[in-house]
C-alpha cells in the first residue's frame, strides 16, 4: 500500500471533523462551501485560504474552532507541531507549512530508499 498524499490527508481530517460534527451539520457545512464559495472538501489543499474565508464567513469564530480542529487531526496524522508559536499564522499559511513538513518527509524516504 502507497503512503497517502498530503492532500489526501488533509481531505481526510476535514472530513472527519466535518462528520464529527453530525451528519446534517456536515451536509449543511458542504452544502454552503460548495454553493456560495464552489469548495468541496478535496478542493480545500488547493485552496485553504478560500475555505479559511468561507468556514469563519459560515460560523465566526466558531469557524476558526473547526479549523484547529482539522489541525490538530492533521497533526495527529502527520506528526507536525502545528502551533503557531506566537506569531499568528492563518490557517492557510499553516497547511502549507504542514504540506512542506510532509513533502520534505517523503523526499527523504524516497532518497533512501532508492
Known amino acids: 500500500m502507497s503512503k497517502q498524499t498530503f492532500e489526501e490527508i488533509l ?8 462528520l464529527s460534527l453530525g ?3 456536515m451536509q ?6 460548495a454553493t456560495d464559495y464552489r469548495i468541496d472538501i478535496p478542493d480545500v ?3 485553504p485560504k478560500d475555505f479559511d ?16 480542529m482539522i489541525l490538530k487531526e492533521l497533526q495527529a496524522k502527520i506528526g507536525y507541531p502545528l502551533r503557531s508559536h506566537g ?9 502549507e507549512s504542514a504540506a512542506k513538513f510532509y513533502r520534505s518527509g ?3 524516504v524516497s532518497v533512501s530508499g532508492s
Open 87 to 95: 506569531e499568528q499564522l492563518s490557517f492557510g499559511q499553516r497547511v
Open 53 to 68: 474565508n468561507a468556514i469563519v464567513a459560515l460560523l465566526g469564530e466558531g469557524g476558526k474552532f473547526v479549523e484547529e
Open 11 to 18: 481531505c481526510d481530517a476535514v472530513a472527519k471533523v466535518f
Open 23 to 25: 451528519d446534517s451539520v
Open 28 to 33: 449543511a457545512i458542504c452544502k454552503f462551501l
Open 106 to 108: 517523503l523526499d527523504k
Open 45 to 47: 489543499p488547493h485552496r
